[in-house]
């Protein structure tokens, strides 16, 4: 048999885990389980690049990675691991720096969006990000990312790196290539940014039920409609954006939206609730899952990680011309 692609991709354990975490990519990361040798992480080390204190990530680690079990990433199938208890990606890091132009992270539009809004804490962590995020993919060999839209122009940059590093010693590593996901950006309760734990804007998978409905009910919806017997517009409506992804039966809701024959408010309830059963199974198994499971994982996982990448770093050591690892 062939040997199966490698897939690697993270997440930031920044607040809790979100409908746009779960749609536009945790969900296509656990179908992608039944077909590839996956890697997952919890981008601890990033996450350090706007929260500098480690401490207050902690919990947060917690929960993010229970969220992902809960939805079905499989530590047998998958090697799931937390970035920073495997330090050989800093190293990796480092040494893709010297063939990464700083023009190149420069102009990159996360760097520029970030820095732009906060002018206070533009640190070199921040520029060099798209270069830890390379070292987390090639450490591993990663051939698929499975990433949203939004990561595109890092994957653009990561494949340069990659091409140049290649070019200046050895051949090590294969060009990674970003796995869209399917589902489009999807947008906060706001109905205007991408939806975003910074933001704050999320709509919970995981969470009470009370605390969805609360979200649900805050959504911005229809500008344009004023009263419940005007015509609504559903196309420019956020909460029926959120109708595609929950009812088979969406366009029903969207004509009813269309005639005036449903108010913002009850469809509000509607998707709530739907939202609300539709995850109800994924709050149950994480109701079970304790710290220490959850921990254990996660420490196998990055025991597994880190035996592939010392490899990688002494082939990547020997090609640069740096001596073996003590
Ligand atoms: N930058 C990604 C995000 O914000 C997280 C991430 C870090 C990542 N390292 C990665 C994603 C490697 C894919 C591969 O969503």
Redesign the pocket.
């Known amino acids: 048999m062939a040997e199966r692609m490698r897939i ?5 354990p920044t607040g809790r885990f979100h409908l746009g975490n779960y749609l536009g ?1 945790a969900k296509n990361w656990v179908e992608l389980q039944n077909q590839y040798e996956c890697f997952y ?1 919890v ?1 601890d080390y ?1 996450a350090l690049t706007t929260e500098p204190d480690g401490h207050t990530v902690e919990a947060k680690i917690f929960d993010l990675t229970a969220d992902l079990l809960a939805v079905g990433l499989d530590p047998k199938r998958s090697v799931i691991y937390q ?1 920073s208890k495997v330090p050989e990606v800093a190293e990796l890091s480092l040494l893709l720096s010297m063939v990464t132009p700083l023009s190149w992270v420069l102009r990159t539009p996360t760097f520029k969006e970030m820095a732009k809004k906060h002018p206070d804490n533009v640190n070199l962590g921040l520029l060099s ?2 270069v ?2 390379g070292a ?2 090639v450490m591993v060999k ?1 051939q698929g ?4 839209k ?2 595109l122009p ?1 994957l653009e940059l990561i494949r340069e790196v990659v091409r140049k590093f290649n070019r200046t010693y050895a051949p090590v590593f294969p060009e990674p290539r970003a796995l869209l996901t399917e589902a489009p950006n999807i947008k906060g309760t706001d109905g205007k940014q991408r939806m975003s734990k910074t933001v704050g804007n999320i709509v919970g998978v995981t969470d009470d039920p009370e605390v969805i409905r609360k979200q649900v009910r805050s959504m911005v919806t229809d500008v344009k409609r004023t009263y419940m017997t005007q015509p609504g517009h559903p196309r420019t409506c956020n909460v029926c954006a959120l109708y595609k992804f929950f009812f088979d039966d969406w366009q029903h809701y969207w004509d009813l939206c269309r005639k005036a024959q449903i108010g913002c408010g009850k469809k509000k309830e509607l998707l709530a609730e739907r939202i609300i059963e539709t995850f109800q199974p994924f709050r149950e198994v994480r109701a079970e899952l304790s710290q220490e499971r959850v921990a254990g994982i996660l420490e196998a996982g990055s025991e597994a990680a880190r035996a592939v990448a010392r490899q990688t770093l002494a082939e990547v050591r020997q090609a640069v011309g740096l001596p073996p690892v003590l």
């Open positions: 690697l991709s993270g997440m930031r990519a992480f981008a990033h970035q990000y798209p830890l995020q987390d993919i990663g990312v499975p990433v949203g939004d990561q890092h």
